[in-house]
């Protein structure tokens, strides 16, 4: 069993009135302490009833992330059970893979400056009016209909300039108080609000989303249609999964975020396995939020969630920090988790100039426009009596992310059948062809050297050349082979295999850690060891050929 030890933030000394099984304690009168929550993850499937009985008596709450049932987030009061106390008794349980700490998470916005300006300047400057002229189509050649996940703070339906652009579940009945397509969710006909626990997506109360809204119309307002702004893909489906309450300022914590990715995973799953039948062909999700100052190690169940993911095709999106740090060693949440399946976006201005926030030549693949940027307001009260739904100003890497995941939408609509056949019988395959068109793809700018991987800037009709070379055959698909190589289990425990056999003898092999040092490790039949070097992120450097590629792998010590 995986320990995770490393998560726990330092314990309450205090008295504690219940002890776990074995242990018993005196009853003293203490004052009301916060609930403390931890995420567990099972081996197998279990039951709700299963979780509460091997923790009877001190758990209060518990709740499953996924329809699989074996992702739980448990709540507890600390006042009956100290933390270091639930650790001895999860790393007694066979039952339980992993776990981690919950925290909480913050949308990734900077302040708005107020004054507005020209408009959309930041699709002329990624060269989406020229990828416009190659497609701007809702579905791909094979009829699929593309679908992006935008996890925020929600989006009003009655918003004008979304109109039938936004996700349907057609295999719920509306209104009919049944959960009709078996997902775990009832009448989830527009998506899910994870913070509402209801299927109302437009932030509670107040219909605020004033964060969600911009992100979303940047990825897909209405284009064409003679209304308010065009987003970067005119006819995207936006599955709108809503994870926090803009108006009553609740936190969001990082099970909120796995319970959201479970259900995108889900419906890309399902729409796969009934093919098309049900569920839906999610191609990517967006992240516009995050946790500073965080490290991979505190939050290996999140990170996996990445590769869970991509192995079903589905592209991530995560803005970095807006804090310009270099997040290798202060740390960055969802930035440094260890997957091919993630792309993270630092912000640029109009003249292509890098712009304050997280950098990293490891860890922050490119840069996109993140600086004055005009888009769609929310669609509450106020601006529905003012009139008023759009403007600009919107700063920060929130609105530079968008644009990348947008891109993956646009790639997919553009794709030819070679690359579509691919998506259906190796979509992490073909999710890794995305990242490297994409990345492959951006205008590399002097200014923006040393704060990403690219040293680049997005430009999307460059990034649909690049996947014509791969439809026509010019592309060298031999080249892919590390593109396509994986390391596993990634999380692990230092013990690393190939999901493609290579010869280690013919590979020069780097491993550093987040501070850039060179660590020592050993090969012994075909595999990479690294288990007696410390828990925490590594970047292994693959040379085969003339040829590099790296990887981000998570060391979790048993």
């Given at each position: 069993m995986i320990s995770c030890t490393f998560v726990v933030v330092r314990p309450l000394k205090i008295l504690f009135l219940l002890s776990l099984f074995l242990f018993t304690g005196i009853v003293w009168a203490v004052s009301p302490k916060p609930k403390s929550r931890i995420i567990v993850q099972f081996h197998e499937s279990v039951k709700e009833q299963q979780v509460y009985k091997l923790f009877e008596g001190v758990v209060e709450k518990v709740t499953a992330l996924d329809v699989e049932n074996k992702l739980f987030v448990i709540e507890w009061s600390s006042v009956y059970l100290s933390k270091e106390r639930l650790i001895e008794r999860l790393n007694s349980l066979s039952k339980v893979q992993n776990f981690q700490n919950d925290g909480i998470i913050k949308l990734r916005e900077t302040t708005p400056s107020d004054s507005l300006f020209n408009r959309q300047w930041h699709l002329g400057l990624i060269k989406a009016t020229k990828a416009w002229d190659l497609s701007r189509q809702a579905a791909n050649r094979q009829g699929d209909t593309i679908v992006i996940a935008v996890i925020d703070d929600g989006l009003h339906l009655n918003h004008p300039d979304f109109k039938n652009n936004i996700w349907k579940n057609h295999s719920e009945i509306p209104g009919n108080m049944i959960d009709d397509d078996s997902n775990g969710y009832v009448d989830d006909v527009y998506g899910w609000n994870f913070m509402g626990q209801n299927n109302?997506?437009?932030?509670?109360?107040?219909?605020?989303?004033?964060?969600?809204?911009?992100?979303?119309?940047?990825?897909?307002?209405?284009?064409?249609?003679?209304?308010?702004?065009?987003?970067?893909?005119?006819?995207?489906?936006?599955?709108?999964?809503?994870?926090?309450?803009?108006?009553?300022?609740?936190?969001?914590?990082?099970?909120?975020?796995?319970?959201?990715?479970?259900?995108?995973?889900?419906?890309?799953?399902?729409?796969?396995?009934?093919k098309g039948k049900k569920g839906a062909f999610v191609v990517a999700s967006n992240a516009s939020w995050g946790i500073d100052d965080k490290m991979p190690h505190e939050a290996p169940l999140w990170c996996m969630m990445y590769d869970s993911l991509g192995k079903y095709g589905v592209m991530n999106v995560g803005a970095v920090s807006n804090n310009q740090v270099l997040v290798d060693t202060k740390g960055d949440l969802p930035t440094l988790c260890p997957s091919k399946h993630l792309i993270t976006v630092g912000s640029s201005t109009i003249n292509d100039q890098?712009?304050?926030?997280?950098?990293?030549?490891?860890?922050?693949?490119?840069?996109?426009?993140?600086?004055?940027?005009?888009?769609?307001?929310?669609?509450?009260?106020?601006?529905?009596?003012?009139?008023?739904?759009?403007?600009?100003?919107?700063?920060?890497?929130?609105?530079?992310?968008?644009?990348?995941?947008?891109?993956?939408?646009?790639?997919?609509?553009?794709?030819?059948?070679?690359?579509?056949?691919?998506?259906?019988?190796?979509?992490?395959?073909?999710?890794?062809?995305?990242?490297?068109?994409?990345?492959?793809?951006?205008?590399?700018?002097?200014?923006?050297?040393?704060?990403?991987?690219?040293?680049?800037?997005?430009?999307?009709?460059?990034?649909?050349?690049?996947?014509?070379?791969?439809?026509?055959?010019?592309?060298?698909?031999?080249?892919?082979?590390?593109?396509?190589?994986?390391?596993?289990?990634?999380?692990?425990?230092?013990?690393?295999?190939?999901?493609?056999?290579?010869?280690?003898?013919?590979?020069?092999?780097?491993?550093?850690?987040?501070?850039?040092?060179?660590?020592?490790?050993?090969?012994?039949?075909?595999?990479?060891q690294l288990q007696t070097n410390a828990e925490g992120c590594y970047f292994i450097r693959l040379i085969y050929h003339n040829k590099s590629y790296g990887f981000k792998y998570l060391l979790i010590n048993n």
């Open positions: 109302d997506i437009s932030d509670s109360l107040n219909f605020d989303a004033t964060h969600g809204t911009p992100v979303a119309g940047i990825i897909g307002a209405r284009g064409n249609d003679t209304t308010g702004i065009a987003g970067i893909m005119w006819h995207i489906k936006l599955m709108i999964v809503t994870i926090a309450d803009t108006s009553l300022s609740m936190p969001i914590y990082q099970s909120d975020a796995i319970r959201a990715y479970s259900y995108v995973l889900h419906q890309r799953k399902l729409y796969q396995s009934t890098y712009f304050s926030s997280g950098y990293s030549q490891q860890h922050v693949d490119l840069s996109a426009p993140g600086v004055n940027v005009f888009s769609v307001k929310a669609y509450n009260k106020e601006n529905q009596i003012s009139t008023d739904l759009y403007r600009g100003g919107y700063t920060g890497t929130s609105f530079a992310a968008p644009m990348v995941t947008a891109a993956v939408g646009l790639l997919h609509s553009y794709a030819c059948e070679k690359f579509i056949d691919l998506t259906k019988s190796n979509p992490e395959a073909a999710n890794l062809l995305i990242r490297r068109f994409i990345l492959e793809g951006v205008d590399t700018i002097d200014a923006l050297q040393g704060y990403t991987v690219t040293g680049g800037r997005l430009n999307i009709a460059k990034s649909m050349k690049i996947m014509d070379a791969y439809c026509y055959g010019t592309l060298n698909v031999n080249s892919l082979f590390l593109e396509q190589l994986s390391l596993y289990p990634n999380p692990g425990n230092g013990l690393i295999s190939f999901s493609i056999m290579l010869p280690l003898e013919e590979l020069t092999i780097n491993v550093v850690n987040m501070q850039g040092q060179s660590q020592s490790f050993a090969i012994v039949e075909n595999q990479i």
